[in-house]
């Protein structure tokens, strides 16, 4: 069974440049995860579907970040203008049921 | 007060001995325990899963739960150096699968 797949898995950019991440999840997983990890720090969930639904986007800053997932399948998450704070990891996850499983990351860096 | 927290680390123990990762939680309405290990840049995998209270074994591993005590462990017995990894621990309320991560507590096990 393939993993879940993301990409690129480094970037680099100056802050307030643009960045959109990829992920693939697992097939036939219905719920998909995006979460920030800064160094030291557990993973932050960010935004959650159910399918191509949001369930849970609570914690995603909505001024700057944004998330779809077109056709319940493939999540791109987009960061518009970058700020040198969201220097992270971010992680995607995919479900059925409760058990998570995370993908590589991307490495963000701003500078 | 942080809903999770861990103890950092780092933590460093000889080959064979017997480690314990500690949690504790304030947030009643967490149902479900995690623990998850995350290799240097790689994406956390689930170690153990544990719904009541009481101890789970798999193999090296034993998860206990004290919801009495809102404390969660993890013991890793003969531990390897291949075990020397983040170990983060994780919770879930059960209503969306949702998980709140502690900071995550870094292991290295010398040979």
């Known amino acids: 069974e393939a993993g879940v797949a993301q990409s690129p898995r480094y970037k680099i950019i100056e802050k307030r440049q643009s960045v959109a991440f990829w992920c693939n999840p697992i097939?036939?997983?219905?719920?998909l995860y995006w979460y920030q990890q800064i160094l030291g720090q557990g993973p932050k969930l960010l935004i959650q579907?159910?399918?191509?639904?949001?369930?849970?986007d609570s914690q995603l800053p909505k001024d700057r970040f944004s998330a779809e997932r077109l056709k319940g399948v493939d999540s791109t998450l987009k960061i518009q203008p970058a700020k040198l704070e969201d220097s992270a990891v971010y992680l995607c996850a995919s479900s059925l049921g409760s058990e998570q499983y995370f993908g590589p990351g991307t490495r963000l860096t701003v500078t | 007060q942080k809903e999770v927290e861990q103890d950092p680390g780092p933590l460093s123990v000889p080959e064979g001995a017997i480690v314990s990762l500690n949690c504790t939680y304030s947030n009643s309405a967490f149902q479900y325990f995690m623990w998850y290990r995350q290799y240097s840049r790689k994406g956390p995998e689930l170690l153990m899963y544990t719904y009541s209270s009481g101890n789970k074994e798999d193999g090296r591993f034993t998860a206990q739960v004290d919801k009495s005590s809102k404390y969660i462990s993890l013991f890793i017995r003969d531990s390897q150096p291949s075990d020397s990894a983040t170990y983060l621990c994780?919770?879930?309320?059960?209503?969306?699968?949702?998980?709140?991560f502690g900071k995550g507590t870094l292991l290295t096990v010398n040979p």
């Open positions: 097939s036939g997983h219905a719920t």
């Open positions: 994780a919770m879930d309320r059960g209503s969306n699968y949702k998980l709140t």
């Open positions: 579907f159910q399918n191509n639904g949001v369930v849970d």
